[in-house]
């Protein structure tokens, strides 16, 4: 647990292996996890190192595997899931295994090369069919029989029935045909089929170019091949009836225009239904080697499928390990490779451990010889976490990495940000839920996981913030008394509405039908019990008129104690960072100015707040801490002034004129003692004592005006509150009162909707909604408000070599 309070202790350690033993002894302090490995060649670019053609043969392999299963997804076959066995892959197994993937690739790029092919002669198939289909339906229902010259083309053919759209002809027109010649029917005629979507521009063009010159009928083909692509193309098959060569010719180039694929049909009837038989064996004989072909290909993926998943572990391991040579130094007999790594202190003998074995594992006669260096450069930030830390610091570490062997703030993280959710938050009923569904995702952690959506992924990943914000949501609750807007009576009420009755007391019946509203008087013997609710706040407020102004006045004294001291406690945190780093300058001229100013005004503050709750004043003539604390500051005092204690004002003054004096120490005793520093040491005094001062100085102002500005921030814990409780009791008031109002019979039905929409506003307005605003709130109060008095925040984050962490991410 003390390693949580501060990150880890570093070492810089300068490695030496020889380059036969350089794969086993990285693969074991990747399987370790604990090496950082620093980049000896930063002025190499990434196409000039040693081993970037191992690099990019892996990112081939790569791309090869994630065809494989984009292959296997298309086809549905499931991929078998393999637990990493921590074996080492050498060169020679790396080299095997591209050989196998890309035979593999090869292999299936040909069986989809001939599907596709075989997929397009069915397709072609299937168009030709239906356009004999729709030729002969033509002529069936024309009656069609040789054509005299003086017959109207439109009386070629009657309106047909549903299956055609539309016919495409001028009436009573006669075409200009040659005495004494006939037009035969198959001489005359063009089929095809277009895309649906291009056929009323393609009508339109061949009525804008040939007028009455032609006839068109077309109708929907409903059997499309598309349907096995997941792709649904629609079209339609179409006969167009001409005369002329010429006049065939264009529309020809028409269709060629429109992509409209034309097939030709036989003269005669016999002919027709000769080919149609043909066209059918051939659609049947392709279907059967479609379905051979597809079963072939799920075979081959069926097996590939179960060593693919450990497959894309080894080129990845691979990948990493070539990566991470390329960030060494090999010396010039190509014998030695010379690496520098960040490892913790702690872990300095398992480090040694694993290049030990993985020199073992390779055979080599000579051990890697490890060497702990000194070094200038600032070490990276480690800080060890648990399934239960891990979603805290990374709350932390979103804000910020912290600076190397910084105070952490992540173990006061795990309490003070769900407690500052739960203040705002604080319902008993929306604890409870997010309670259980904390513990419902921590219980199906495992399942869970394997789910690659984000929502969940972030749900998986933050399940104990969850519980503890539920937790603390619950307790909260019970210190408001408040549960979906409605109060407990545990212990029963101090108060007793009895005994104001007479003879006990001044009321009667009268009194009740003639007063709006009526004051408990605790004056009254046994109507106040003499000692307060034992569990936070009397349910008797839930049904006082004047309950608001009461929480108000509680909730934002609550807000200010709470926050101030969240601060002071931020401030503490800064002494135990300038007495590990030793700096007893800043602990004199910035720790002690600072604690002194915010003690001496908000400290008191606090001190006026809760010395009011604990002596008794009338309600009348108590004074307004808010008036108060003006007048202070401003050292106005007037003779009718009511104050707390005797003294009070010269306390006051002492106190404002005590934080005054702070600000020209935290601005000019630092600087000027630097510049007397150099001085001594004689050195350059010039633009950098400028920036010494305009820093000091930025620093003062932001640190005096952020106190008071930061003090208001936390203000926002008492306004979400508010809201929080208001908008519950309004689904109350205008959802659910109504319901448990409704008579028996029908009103049950009534109210079961009621309880459901209730539940659904419930969850999504009050828990997600206002959830996630206190979420962000606190948020803002643990990164701005609290960290910024001791949290530098500019470090970077240890990022060792880790297969675990590795495999984990997506191919």
Not at 495 to 508: I, K
């Amino acid at each position: 647990l003390g390693q949580m309070f501060r990150s880890e202790e570093m070492c810089l350690v300068q490695l030496f292996f020889q380059t036969e033993s350089a794969h086993t002894c990285i693969h074991q302090l990747g399987l370790l996890g604990l090496a950082q490995f620093r980049d000896l060649n930063p002025g190499t670019a990434a196409f000039q190192r040693k081993f970037v053609k191992e690099v990019k043969r892996c990112e081939e392999m790569e791309r090869i595997l994630r065809f494989l299963e984009a292959e296997m997804a298309r086809c549905a076959i499931p991929v078998s899931a393999v637990v990493d066995s921590g074996g080492v892959t050498c060169p020679r197994e790396l080299l095997e295994l591209e050989c196998k993937i890309r035979k593999l690739e090869e292999e299936l790029k040909e069986i989809n090369c001939n599907h596709d092919a075989l997929k397009r002669n069915f397709t072609e198939l299937l168009e030709i069919k239906k356009s004999i289909h729709t030729t002969a339906q033509t002529f069936a229902q024309s009656n069609f029989t040789p054509w005299p010259y003086h017959l109207p083309l439109s009386l070629l053919f009657e309106c047909t029935p549903s299956t055609w759209n539309r016919v495409t002809r001028r009436r009573g027109e006669i075409l200009p045909l040659r005495i004494g010649t006939t037009l035969q029917a198959p001489d005359t005629f063009i089929a095809g089929v277009i895309k649906q979507d291009r056929f009323p521009a393609f009508e339109k063009v061949l009525w804008r170019l040939f007028h009455e010159n032609f006839i068109l009928r077309h109708a929907e083909i409903q059997d499309t091949e598309q349907q096995t692509e997941n792709t649904m193309v629609k079209k339609d098959a179409f006969v167009i009836f001409v005369q002329g060569d010429q006049v065939q010719g264009k529309i020809k180039k028409i269709c060629d225009g429109f992509r409209a694929s034309l097939y030709p049909c036989p003269n005669t009837l016999s002919a027709r239904e000769q080919m149609r038989m043909s066209v059918h064996i051939r659609i049947e004989d392709l279907r059967m080697i479609l379905r051979r072909t597809e079963e072939f290909r799920a075979t081959v993926l069926t097996k590939a499928a179960t060593s693919i998943q450990h497959w894309v572990n080894k080129v990845k391991k691979m990948k990493a390990i070539y990566y991470t040579l390329n960030l060494c130094n090999i010396d010039i007999t190509q014998k030695l490779i010379v690496a520098e790594i960040w490892c913790p202190v702690s872990d300095l003998n398992s480090v040694q451990n694993a290049l030990i074995k993985g020199s073992e594992q390779s055979g080599s006669s000579v051990s890697p010889i490890l060497n702990r260096i000194h070094t200038q450069h600032t070490p990276p930030t480690f800080n060890r976490t648990n399934v239960f830390t891990k979603g805290f610091q990374t709350i932390v570490d979103a804000y910020g990495v912290s600076n190397y062997r910084e105070v952490n703030p992540t173990p006061y993280t795990i309490i003070t940000f769900p407690f500052l959710f739960a203040v705002m938050f604080g319902d008993c009923g929306h604890g409870l839920v997010l309670t259980l569904l904390a513990v419902w995702v921590i219980a199906q952690q495992k399942k869970l996981s394997c789910c690659r959506s984000e929502f969940v992924v972030v749900l998986v990943e933050g399940r104990f913030i969850i519980l503890l914000m539920g937790l603390f949501s619950i307790y909260t609750g019970l210190i408001y008394n408040d549960c979906f807007s409605k109060s407990f009576s545990i212990y029963g009420s101090s108060w007793s509405v009895r005994h104001m009755f007479q003879p006990s007391g001044p009321w009667s019946n009268e009194t009740l039908h003639s007063s709006g509203h009526l004051t408990l008087d605790p004056a009254v013997p046994r109507v106040y019990s003499g000692s307060p609710y034992m569990l936070g706040i009397d349910p008797v407020w839930n049904i006082a008129s004047n309950k608001l102004s009461f929480l108000n006045s509680y909730k934002m004294k609550m807000s200010v104690i709470l926050g101030v001291s969240h601060m002071l406690f931020g401030t503490t945190l800064s002494l135990v960072n300038y007495i590990h780093f030793r700096n007893f300058q800043n602990i004199l001229l910035r720790f002690i100015p600072e604690l002194v100013f915010m003690l001496s005004l908000f400290g008191y503050l606090i001190f006026l707040i809760v010395f009011k709750w604990c002596v008794q004043l009338r309600s009348e003539t108590a004074p307004s801490i808010l008036l108060m604390f003006i007048n202070m500051m401003l050292f106005s005092y007037q003779s009718s002034d009511v104050f707390l204690y005797s003294e009070q004002k010269a306390v006051q003054t002492f106190l404002v004129l005590q934080a005054l004096l702070m600000v020209p120490v935290m601005l000019l005793v630092k600087p000027l003692l630097i510049y007397r520093q150099r001085i001594k040491l004689r050195l350059q005094v010039g633009g950098h004592m400028g920036d010494i001062f305009a820093y000091q100085a930025i620093y003062t102002i932001e640190h005096c005006l952020g106190c008071i500005s930061n003090t208001a921030s936390y203000l926002r814990l008492w306004a979400l509150s508010l809201a929080h409780a208001e908008l519950s009791e309004v689904l109350w008031r205008m959802l659910l009162r109504g319901g448990l109002r409704c008579t028996p019979g029908l009103g049950a039905v009534l109210l079961a909707l009621v309880l459901c929409c209730f539940a659904l506003l419930t969850v999504a307005v009050l828990i997600v909604m206002e959830g996630l605003s206190a979420f962000l709130h606190a948020l803002r109060l643990h990164w701005v408000e609290f960290q910024n008095k001791f949290y530098q925040g500019a470090g970077f984050k240890f990022t060792p070599l880790s297969f675990t962490s590795l495999l984990k991410t997506q191919p």
